[in-house]
């Protein structure tokens, strides 16, 4: 038997732990593995059935360090692998373990922000193609009109350190006043990738005051809470020590260098051969 049954927390890079972040703050006493694939990374780009491949790996590793719960706290991979995940692959691999996204948690509350109901979404080339998002907002908020747009410039600056440099500013903005000319009504912007919190204040400086700018992380630490109070099936194999493991595919000082950034804390990661 396992010493530990953590939850399992996973992204294609860094990003995810601003999700990781905001789950630890809410709930400590579980316990955690969060695996950042950084030698395949970026996900935002790459074909529906690469980005399967690729977190279905990263999955079944989590299942093998004894997760019973894994949250894919990456829009990418919740557009593209999730749903394939959960309706083909799970049956067959694993019937009593559970994956989880980020974008229907979202989708469940996004409309509540809006007065105008006209909102705008920022996220990655694939998760924007994916329309994930249209889809499943508009089950809970059928009368919102959604205004999707890629940023393929933002997860490069942000991981290569360069968001601080002045000439990001130009990408940032390009991209708001971009997203903003589909429609003078929108009041709220969704950063639709977990590596966008990174970029708030710069994001901010270039918008109305009264926009609302939406970060997922608080949003999908209190969806899981709720999540576990309703699935006593799942909470109750969770281990709570408060242990936190993390990994990295690729080189782990490198990783932990960025990674501080984004967690707010030091991170002292291990190097995961896949």
Request: glycine residues 6%; hydrophobic residues 40%.
């Amino acid at each position: 038997m396992q010493s530990t049954l953590p939850i399992g927390i996973f992204d294609s890079g860094y990003g995810g732990l601003t999700v990781f972040k905001a789950i630890k703050s809410l709930m400590p006493q579980y316990d955690y593995i969060y695996l950042g694939d950084t030698a395949r990374a970026p996900y935002g780009n790459r074909s529906f059935e690469t980005v399967h491949q690729y977190t279905l790996e990263c999955v079944q590793w989590f299942f093998k360090m004894g997760c019973p719960l894994v949250i894919l706290a990456c829009n990418t991979a919740s557009a593209k692998a999730l749903r394939t995940i959960q309706q083909a692959d799970l049956p067959l691999l694993a019937p009593d373990r559970r994956v989880l996204g980020v974008i229907r948690p979202t989708a469940e509350v996004i409309g509540d922000y809006t007065k105008t109901n006209h909102i705008g979404i920022l996220g990655t080339k694939g998760t924007i193609n994916s329309g994930s998002y249209e889809i499943e907002i508009k089950k809970f908020f059928p009368g919102l009109q959604v205004h999707s747009l890629a940023c393929p410039m933002w997860v490069p600056l942000i991981e290569n350190g360069a968001y601080k440099t002045e000439g990001s500013d130009y990408f940032i903005q390009q991209s708001l006043d971009e997203l903003l000319r589909l429609s003078p009504k929108i009041d709220t912007i969704l950063l639709a990738c977990t590596h966008y919190p990174i970029l708030i204040d710069k994001i901010k400086r270039h918008l109305p005051k009264e926009m609302n700018v939406i970060c997922q992380g608080s949003i999908i630490a209190h969806s899981l809470f709720d999540y576990l109070q309703r699935h006593a099936e799942i909470e109750s194999r969770l281990t709570k020590n408060g242990k936190i493991e993390v990994y990295t595919t690729d080189d782990p000082a490198d990783f932990d260098s960025h990674a501080s950034l984004f967690f707010e804390e030091p991170v002292i990661s291990k190097q995961l051969h896949l």
